[in-house]
């Protein structure tokens, strides 16, 4: 298994400027998540997805989009990028039925938007 | 007052010390506390979870909770180089969201 996969792992984007961050799981996990990391300030849920075609905000979701089409993937899309994205972010996975919240962590996408 | 507070440090410590660290919270109903470790450029890894209160050891690590305090507490024992790490305290209340504080770095000197 190779877990989860995020792309890419560096991007610099222009004010203004649209992506896609990918994020893949093997895992067959229903639960996906999108969390942002700043210096000194720990994890933020952006977008979470508890399965299949469907989404809900985080704690931070403006700026941001996300869809679940299949179990395996769930893209982030930044529509008019601005320097406070800059950031690194994780995407997460969990199995379901478990009674705690055990979750798996991509090797992150570092961003900055200049 | 933010759900989960950790001090973020810069903790350095030497080799074979005991290392302490700690968070504290203010939201009574969460049940599950963890403890996520995060080597340098890579993602958190799960270390040890606790259910309620009370005291849980793997090997050099021990997990402790005191729910009538809102605090808990993660020591190493006898630490090593490959324990320098950023480690981030998380709760939740049964599989809901977890809320994690803001990571701890810590470096171990050899």
């Known amino acids: 298994n190779a877990g989860v996969t995020q792309t890419p792992k560096f991007r610099i984007l222009k004010i203004g400027q649209s992506m896609t961050l990918q994020c893949t799981q093997d895992?067959?996990?229903?639960?996906m998540y999108w969390y942002r990391q700043d210096p000194g300030m720990g994890l933020k849920l952006i977008y979470y997805?508890?399965?299949?075609?469907?989404?809900d905000k985080g704690e931070v979701p403006n700026g941001y989009n996300v869809s679940r089409s299949t179990t395996e993937d769930f893209p982030l899309r930044l529509e008019l990028a601005a320097p406070s994205q800059t950031s690194v972010y994780f995407c997460?996975?969990?199995?379901?039925?478990?009674?705690?919240?055990?979750?798996?962590f991509g090797p992150g996408t570092r961003l900055t938007v200049l | 007052q933010k759900e989960v507070e950790q001090d973020p440090g810069p903790l350095s410590v030497p080799e074979g010390a005991i290392v302490s660290l700690n968070c504290t919270y203010s939201n009574s109903a969460f049940q599950y506390f963890m403890w996520y470790r995060q080597y340098s450029r890579k993602g958190p890894e799960l270390l040890m979870y606790?259910?309620?209160?009370g005291n849980k050891e793997d090997g050099r690590f021990t997990a402790q909770v005191d729910k009538s305090s809102k605090y808990i507490s993660l020591f190493i024992r006898d630490s090593q180089p490959s324990d320098s790490a950023t480690y981030l305290c998380a709760m939740s209340k049964g599989a809901q969201k977890l809320v994690f504080g803001q990571g701890t770095r810590l470096t171990i000197n050899p």
């Open positions: 895992m067959n996990h229903n639960y």
């Open positions: 997460a996975s969990r199995l379901t039925g478990l009674a705690y919240n055990e979750q798996f």
């Open positions: 606790t259910y309620s209160s």
């Open positions: 997805s508890v399965g299949a075609g469907i989404t």
